[in-house]
């Protein structure tokens, strides 16, 4: 697992989410959820909040969340999230705007998945100097807990 990628996803996240919670704008009109002047109504404001805000909220666990399984599960979530983003909204924006934001919803699941597959400690975890470490960790810790580096 790639710790600092997925702590990287997670900010930039919920930095967005932070964003658009404020100015829902910047969602409604890359999106095509804008009306014919341009101008995002009240209604798709407030139905926009929510996502923007379970963004948030996921990113935050993605910072914050210890290393290791907690870790892993915030990133499964937000990789369900931006999957699910992509098929609904794939499946309902005017389509101009369809391909961009399932692109950009999948394209947010891989980095996710990449930061999962990923090992950030400079070997990988296959490698002959991880499987020291993980061996060492185990034998230090008792039975029942895991290695804090995923290995």
């Known amino acids: 697992?790639?710790?600092?990628?997925?702590?990287?996803?997670?900010?930039?996240?919920?930095?967005?989410?932070?964003?658009?919670?404020?100015?829902?704008?910047?969602?409604?009109?890359p999106s095509g959820l804008t009306g014919e002047d341009g101008r995002v109504a009240e209604a798709t404001r407030i139905s926009l909040r929510p996502l923007v805000w379970r963004d948030l909220a996921g990113g935050l666990a993605m910072v914050c969340a210890p290393e290791g399984a907690a870790l892993r599960t915030a990133a499964l979530v937000r990789v369900a999230s931006d999957l699910g983003d992509a098929a609904l909204?794939?499946?309902?924006?005017?389509?101009?705007?369809?391909?961009?934001?399932?692109a950009v919803s999948v394209g947010w699941a891989a980095l996710s998945v990449a930061g999962l597959c990923a090992s950030g400690r400079g070997a990988a975890c296959g490698s002959t100097?991880?499987?020291?470490?993980?061996?060492?960790?185990?034998?230090?810790?008792?039975?029942t807990a895991r290695p804090a580096s995923g290995c």
């Not at 710790?3 to 967005?16: I, P, Q, S, W």
């Not at 909204?89 to 399932?102: C, E, F, I, S, Y």
């Not at 499987?131 to 039975?143: L, Y």
Request: glycine residues 6%; aromatic residues 2%.
């Open 89 to 102: 909204l794939g499946a309902t924006l005017p389509r101009p705007a369809r391909a961009k934001a399932v």
């Open 1 to 29: 697992m790639h710790v600092k990628l997925l702590r990287a996803v997670g900010a930039a996240t919920a930095l967005y989410g932070l964003a658009v919670t404020a100015r829902p704008e910047l969602l409604a009109r």
């Open 129 to 143: 100097a991880a499987r020291r470490v993980s061996r060492a960790r185990a034998a230090a810790a008792p039975s």
